[in-house]
């Protein structure tokens, strides 16, 4: 699994890392040096699970942990802290840790919490083929390519995804945001969600879309309430209409 540590003390964020690249079933690790270096770590790459200290300055790990559980495919939290209560403000705002370090880690410790990891994506293995209801506080962490900001977009705000190249630009109601991504990874990941795709070019948000308005010689245009247009390829006009008929 890959998996992402998160630590304002660079002795401990070491000692974190070296342990978790020692775990067999650990693939990768990542390192981040604060709550908005993971932040921007996530709106870019996929982890299966975060080890993340409780109490950093800027974005803390309580913060960091309710932005990452309102995530459309929410990884794994491990909560790591040097304080015996630092796990309870987590329940008090509801968030769900698969498990709950104390400082200095241990290596039995550690492996025993991806253990955790690996039986909880387990149990939500059969779950995979549900998507979890569409809504507001689905987020979709957006990397900005030349700010290095991360953006934090609802997922029902998306009208429609063009690809560019290595890149996808997302046009939302917030305005257009360019991520480093392929069309067919993300038709893949959000086609459950309401997200079709209609054109080589281009994945269309039905659950946004206002009319389908056909055009000559075949093919068809996905109209948006703002006055954007999605071209709908020939081939696609099809399988488009008997998802329309449901």
């Known amino acids: 699994m890959r998996v992402l540590a998160v630590d304002d003390e660079p002795r401990?964020?070491?000692?974190?890392?070296?342990?978790?690249?020692?775990?067999a079933c650990v693939e990768a690790?990542?390192?981040?040096?604060?709550?908005?270096?993971?932040?921007?770590r996530l709106a870019s790459e996929r982890f299966d699970a975060v080890f993340f200290d409780v109490r950093m300055p800027g974005l803390d790990g309580l913060e960091l942990g309710g932005i990452?559980?309102?995530?459309v495919d929410p990884p794994a939290l491990i909560f790591v802290s040097a304080f015996e209560d630092g796990a309870v403000g987590a329940?008090?705002?509801?968030?769900?840790?698969?498990?709950?370090?104390?400082?200095?880690?241990?290596?039995?410790?550690?492996?025993?919490?991806?253990?955790?990891?690996?039986?909880?994506?387990?149990?939500?293995a059969s779950d995979a083929a549900v998507p979890r209801p569409g809504g507001e506080d689905e987020i979709i962490?957006?990397?900005?390519?030349?700010?290095?900001?991360?953006?934090?977009?609802?997922?029902?705000?998306?009208?429609?995804?063009?690809?560019?190249?290595?890149?996808?630009?997302?046009?939302?109601?917030?305005?257009?945001f360019l991520v480093r991504a392929s069309l067919a990874e993300l038709?893949?990941?959000?086609?459950?969600?309401?997200?079709v795709r209609v054109h080589r070019s281009y994945l269309a948000n039905l659950r946004r879309a206002t009319e389908i308005r056909p055009e000559l010689g075949g093919g068809a245009a996905v109209i948006f309430a703002d006055g954007f247009e999605?071209?709908?390829a020939r081939r696609h006009v099809a399988e488009l209409r008997r998802l329309l008929r449901g």
């Open 91 to 124: 329940f008090e705002n509801g968030l769900r840790p698969v498990d709950y370090l104390m400082k200095p880690v241990s290596r039995a410790r550690v492996q025993r919490a991806l253990a955790r990891v690996g039986e909880a994506r387990e149990r939500g």
């Open 141 to 176: 962490p957006i990397e900005n390519q030349h700010g290095g900001a991360t953006r934090l977009v609802a997922r029902s705000s998306v009208l429609f995804l063009k690809a560019e190249g290595d890149y996808v630009r997302i046009h939302t109601d917030a305005g257009r």
């Open 230 to 232: 999605v071209p709908v």
């Open 68 to 71: 990452l559980d309102r995530f």
């Open 12 to 23: 401990a964020l070491e000692d974190l890392g070296r342990v978790l690249a020692g775990c």
């Open 187 to 195: 038709e893949a990941r959000w086609e459950p969600y309401g997200f």
């Open 29 to 40: 690790v990542v390192l981040a040096a604060g709550g908005a270096e993971a932040l921007r």
